[in-house]
């Protein structure tokens, strides 16, 4: 009786353990440091205080962490009614060549969702993020805001060799915008 009651019990944490479908934590750790690496290269390609060359150089980085350069990066300002999409390479320029004077990008808040098992043996999760916009010109702020994205994270790893994975990101969508009120 003992050991069937020990058995019914394992079963039970090993059906939980993998119905969360949870990569291994060196996995998950390879993840947070590409999505920091990200968040990195966008707050750099930002800084006109950085050379342009520089920051081009960031722009080809902060591309290859993803599937491709077309991957889609969803914007929304307060502005637009609906999100626009562009490729994620543009996005970079578009953000490297904003006519501000000065642009801080903060991200005070990243979550990463649950990750499930493929049939074929990969990861597929998504990070969400909270993302602060400020600019300025002339000295004075010009737009702010704060925005809350999902980003679609694919973990693989190449056919037959399950000790080195490849993290990729995918798409970026805006779930909301907001104007930042009394700065």
Same mark, same amino acid.
């Given at each position: 009786?003992?050991? !069937? $009651? #020990?058995?019914?019990?394992?079963?039970? $944490? $090993?059906n939980v353990s993998f119905s969360q479908n949870i990569p291994p934590e060196e996995i998950l750790k390879e993840v947070? /440091? @590409? !999505?920091?690496?990200f968040n990195s290269c966008i707050s750099y390609v930002a800084d006109k205080k950085n050379s342009r060359e520089d920051?081009?150089?960031? =722009?080809?980085?902060?591309?290859?962490?993803?599937?491709?350069?077309?991957?889609?990066?969803?914007?929304?300002?307060?502005?637009?009614?609906?999100?626009? @999409? !562009?490729?994620?390479? *543009? &996005?970079?320029?578009?953000?490297?060549?904003?006519? %501000?004077?000065?642009?801080?990008?903060?991200?005070?808040?990243?979550? %990463?969702?649950? $990750?499930?098992?493929?049939?074929?043996?990969? &990861?597929?999760?998504?990070?969400? %993020? *909270?993302? =602060? #916009?400020?600019? &300025?010109?002339?000295? @004075?702020?010009? %737009?702010? /805001? =704060?925005?809350?994205? /999902?980003?679609?994270?694919?973990?693989?790893?190449?056919?037959?060799?399950?000790?080195?994975?490849?993290? @990729?990101?995918?798409? =970026?969508?805006?779930?909301?915008?907001?104007?930042?009120?009394?700065?």
């Amino acid at each position: 009786m003992k050991k !069937i $009651f #020990f058995l019914i019990i394992c079963s039970f $944490f $090993f059906n939980v353990s993998f119905s969360q479908n949870i990569p291994p934590e060196e996995i998950l750790k390879e993840v947070k /440091d @590409k !999505i920091n690496f990200f968040n990195s290269c966008i707050s750099y390609v930002a800084d006109k205080k950085n050379s342009r060359e520089d920051r081009n150089s960031m =722009i080809e980085s902060a591309v290859g962490l993803f599937e491709s350069e077309n991957n889609i990066m969803y914007i929304l300002n307060l502005k637009d009614e609906k999100p626009k @999409k !562009i490729r994620i390479k *543009t &996005y970079f320029e578009h953000l490297r060549d904003l006519p %501000y004077d000065r642009v801080e990008i903060s991200f005070p808040e990243v979550k %990463y969702e649950q $990750f499930e098992l493929n049939p074929d043996a990969n &990861y597929v999760g998504t990070y969400s %993020y *909270t993302q =602060i #916009f400020r600019s &300025y010109k002339d000295g @004075k702020k010009a %737009y702010s /805001d =704060i925005v809350q994205k /999902d980003v679609e994270i694919n973990v693989y790893a190449p056919k037959g060799d399950k000790d080195n994975w490849n993290i @990729k990101l995918g798409d =970026i969508n805006v779930n909301s915008v907001e104007k930042i009120e009394n700065e």
